[in-house]
C-alpha cells in the first residue's frame, strides 16, 4: 500500500450504507453547509465519476497517477513500474479528498483522525463493474479509560465516544455504498466542503502547483473548509494531555490536563481539470424514404461553456461532426444521415484530453396499454420511430405485436406496466390504464367451525371468525333449551346439557355481499367420564426458528387443557399460543450460545374433566437439530475476512468470535443461497500470532477452532 504514515488509511471491503458505533452524534449546520453537491459524469477510462463537487464550487477528481508525489495515499499498483491501466495495472483504493491529523494523547495513548473521499471495488480486488465511493470519517483513539466519555472535535462535526474495546475507541463511518453504477450515495456523508491547506486558493503557494492540489499528502499544515469553523482535532477527557503543564487548548475553558488538538492536518486532492461528459441517449427516426435523424441526448458539468460534439461511431454509415446545444447542464443535437449510424460517440473536445463515451442508436417506440376489467382483456399499442424498417415489437412477456397490436384474451389480472421492446434496440415501459366496473365485493360466507364432542357441564365455545368476507352482523341459532352468550358475535358460548346426544347450532352472517346461507356445527354430549388420561404426543425433533405445534388431542376425557414448559436452568422460556387448548403453538429459538439455550424443551400437560375433580398430567420433549458450520478462511489485516459453509441453506445468521464462542464478537453475516457466508465487519477485535475464530449458528452449528492468518 502506497501511503505515508501521517495519511494511514484502512481500506474497506463490502461495507454497507452506513456504518459506525459512535456512543453519540452531534452535528451542527453550517454556510454553506456540510455534505458534496453533485457528483460528474462516469469516466470511460476507469468507471469512476469524473469528479465531485463541494458547496463552494470545488471539484476534485481521483488521483490515481503511477508516480505523482503530491498524491501519495493509494492502493498499489500490480506493476508499479508500468503507467496505470484499468483494469490490469489499478490500485483497488484511491481518494478524491484525503485529510487525517493525529496526536499524542495521556498514558502513552495515540488519536488518529482520518477523513476520505475514497473510491474501492464492493468485493475487494480490481473488478469493472464493481466500482464503489464513500465518504468515510475514521476516531481512532488508543489507552483509553473504560466506560469513559471522549468528546472529539474535527473538521466534520463533533462526536462522543467511550471505549468499544478495553482500552480502544474505534469509530468508523462509511456512507454511500449503493446499487452498482449509482455514485450519489456520498453526497449525503460528512465529507463536504473539500478541506484543503489555508494557502489554496491565494496560487501562492508553489508546493500546491498553481492550486492544482488542495494540499502535498504529506507536510502537516494548516487548513480551512470546515462548515463549522472548527479546523481542529480537538480530545476533551478526564487527565487526555499527557502535559500537566502545557495547555493544549487555549480556547476551551476546563482543566489544561483535560484537552488536547492540533490544527496540523495532512491533505490530498487534485483538481479536477476536466467536466467530462455522459451520452445518455441517442435515438432515431426512418422515414419510409430511409432518411434519418438521430436525436443525441448528452449530460456534463452545468454553468460552464462546455465544447461538446457528436460523431458517427459505427463507420458504416458517416455523418458530419455535429455541435450539441445546451448549457444548464443538458445538451442536445439533431443530426440528419443519409443512412443509419448503429453507434454514435459524444465528445467534450473541451476537456484535455477530450473525454468520450459511445452509446448505441436505437429507435423510440411508444405506445399504450389498456385493461378491460369487466371482459378481462388487455390492449397493447405501440409504434416505432422508423418507419422504413418496421422493426418487429414485442410487449415482455405476453408476446409479439402484429400491425402495432397485441390482445391478450382472457387475462385474470393486469401488470402493472407493460415493457415494449423493439428489434432495433427502443423500449419503452407502459403504464397500464384500467377501464371497466368496479369489481363485486367477496361474497359472505359462514364458516360455524369444527364439530365438537364435550362433557355434561363443559362450558363450549363457538366460532365464526373464519367466516368469509366483509361481516356486519353475526346470528347464531341454537336449539330449545341452550342458551348462548354473545349470540350475535363471531364466538358465542354455551354449557352443555346434562343429556348426552347430539346438537345441531347455525350461524348466519351478513355483509356488503349479502347474507350467507346457514352453516352448521354438531357438538355431541358424551356421558360423563369416570376417566381422564393426559396425552402430550410423540416427542419432537424441529429446527430452531421454526413453529412447532403440540398435540394433547388424544387425550381421554380431557374437558380442560393447560400446557406450560418445564424449563431448566439452560433452557429458554418461550411463550405458547393457545395453551389452554389441545393443540399450542411455540417459535423454536435460535441459538446463542451465551444464552446457553442448546438443549431441548419439555412442555407439561395438565387435562381435568367438566367438573374440574379428575385431572392427568403428561409430559413432551421437543429437541432442536443443529446444523454443521465449516470455517474455510479466517484473514485478518486491519480488517476481517472470514468465510465459510452450512449444512443448512436457510438464510440463518452466523456469528464469528475470537478465541471461542464466549470470546469477542467479530461480526455476523447471512447464510445465502448456496450455503456460504462471508463475515466482512467494519470494526472488530485485533488479532495476534496463533489466535483462532469459531462461528456460531443460529440453527446451533459451533464449528472447530480456526487458526487466523495475518496478511
Known sequence: MRRPTAAALAAVIGLPVVIGVSASAAVVGGTPGPGLAAVGPVSATNGYPTWYKDKNGLRLELCVAAADPLCPARGDLPDETAPVAFPDNYPDEAFYSLTGAQVDTASAGVARLDMALEGAFS??????????????????????????????????????????????????????????GDFSGALGGRIGPFLTWDTFGTRTDPALKGDTYVGDGITDHRIKGSPYGTNVFRIQGPAVNPSATTDACPTVAGPVTDCIETDLFTVQGKVATTSGVSADAATYARSSGGASLVDVFASSEPGELQAIEVGDASSVVGFAATALTGGDGRYFARVAADGLPTRVQVSNVGDVPPSRKTVAVVDRVSGTAVFDAGRHVLSVGASSSDTFADPTLTAVGLGDLVGGTLVVDPLAAPPVTVTVTSAAGGAVTIPVTVTGPATDPIPVRAQAGPDQTVQPGQVVTLDGSSSRGTILSYAWESPEGISLTSPNSAVASFTAPDAPGDYELALTVTGPGGTSDRATVTVTVTPPVTVVVASAGSDQTVRRGTVVTLDGGASQGAATYAWAQVAGPTRPAVTLSGAASARPTFTFPLFHASDGNAG???????????????????????????????????????????????????????????????????GSAVVDAAGGFSIRPATGPVATQGATVVVESELGGVSSPFTVRLN
Do not use: C
Open 123 to 180: 468485493a475487494g480486488p480490481v473488478v469493472d463493474g464493481e466500482q464503489v465511493v464513500f465518504a468515510r470519517t475514521r476516531i481512532k483513539m488508543t489507552n483509553v479509560r473504560n466506560g469513559t466519555d471522549y468528546t472529539f472535535t474535527t473538521p466534520v462535526g463533533t462526536k462522543t465516544l467511550k471505549a468499544n474495546r478495553d482500552g480502544l475507541i474505534f469509530d468508523t463511518e462509511d456512507i454511500g455504498i449503493g446499487a452498482p
Open 600 to 666: 431441548p424443551l419439555t412442555f407439561r400437560l395438565t387435562v381435568r374433566d367438566a367438573t374440574g375433580a379428575l385431572s392427568s398430567t403428561d409430559d413432551v420433549v421437543v429437541t432442536p437439530t443443529s446444523d454443521t458450520v465449516v470455517v474455510t478462511t479466517a484473514r485478518f489485516k486491519g480488517q476481517w475476512r472470514i468465510d465459510g459453509t452450512s449444512s443448512v441453506v436457510a438464510g440463518q445468521r452466523v456469528t464469528a468470535h475470537l478465541g471461542g464462542v464466549s470470546g469477542t464478537v467479530i
